[in-house]
């Protein structure tokens, strides 16, 4: 597929061994890029993923985002970033707050200076709804990062430009909902943590074909957030294994019972399949 802003283009992105980073491989080899560099720190990981990907345009890197060395040495001649390295999981945040904050927060200010510095065109980074009023560390790590995108476009405006994208829950990703009650399914019981709880879902794959979208037609300081569908955990428990008993467990520490896509300051635009904030 040949489009005139991602044409003959270097990418990289963070995390790219993450269910939504191999989602957005494989959307974005459909394009006519020059190069697809993966970035992640999990040298297994990367095998494995190396196994379905054998295109010529991919380039494997071992790093961190904590690593400003080696970020500054995978960012030289690329053209646009997709950030989607994070520790995501609410209980491992809650029970490692210091391992949280060096990747999510000091992570993500090593992205935006060193992508200025290299010059690269676009960054996009891969928030969360839980970023929007956050009770839980992941969540306000991810409201930080929004901040660092939003206000790095003050001075790095017009050759580097930062926007973000807010999805919900990934159906695909890795300790997801559904993977958990798949494995306990196999004793004939699954677990919940509130009756009244709900979350906004989406796929992984459509994530990553908006994140391409957005990535074309961004210009800075934009948060992006896909229409998504709110669902009540209860009735998708019920729905996905209706012969299973359902034990209610409580909430887990910096659980809502529902998630918000804005916050009540945010003013937000209707673009049809998606909404935008224009932070300007």
């Not at 010529?56 to 970033?81: A, F, P, Q």
Request: glycine fraction near 6%; include cysteine.
């Amino acid at each position: 597929m040949n489009t005139g802003n991602l044409s003959n283009s270097v990418i990289l992105v963070t995390g790219g061994t993450g269910s939504f980073g191999q989602a957005f491989t494989r959307a974005i080899l459909k394009y006519d890029i020059k190069a697809l560099r993966i970035y992640s720190r999990n040298e297994y990981l990367q095998w494995q993923m190396k196994q379905n990907f054998t295109d010529s345009r991919i380039r494997w890197m071992i790093g961190d985002v904590r690593d400003r060395d080696r970020l500054k040495t995978c960012l030289r001649g690329v053209d646009y970033v997709i950030h989607a390295a994070a520790l995501k999981h609410v209980s491992t945040g809650e029970y490692n707050p210091q391992e949280t904050i060096k990747t999510n927060i000091l992570g993500s200010v090593n992205i935006v200076d060193i992508a200025v510095e290299q010059k690269v065109k676009k960054v996009i980074g891969i928030s969360s709804d839980k970023a929007v009023n956050p009770s839980c560390l992941y969540g306000s790590t991810k409201q930080i990062m929004e901040i660092l995108f939003k206000e790095a476009n003050r001075w790095s405006l017009p050759s580097t430009a930062f926007s973000i994208v807010r999805p919900g829950n990934f159906l695909e990703s890795y300790g997801n909902v559904l993977e958990i009650w798949a494995l306990q399914a196999r004793k004939g019981e699954i677990t919940i943590t509130a009756e009244d709880m709900y979350r906004y879902f989406i796929s992984v794959e459509d994530v990553a074909k908006k994140v391409i979208q957005f990535l074309e037609i961004m210009r800075g300081q934009e948060v992006f957030i896909p229409k998504m569908r709110e669902f009540s955990i209860l009735d998708l428990a019920k729905a996905k294994y209706p012969d299973c008993k359902i034990k209610v467990i409580g909430k887990l520490g910096g659980e809502k019972l529902h998630e918000h896509l804005c916050s009540d300051d945010e003013q937000i635009i209707d673009k049809g399949d998606y909404w935008v904030i224009e932070n300007r």
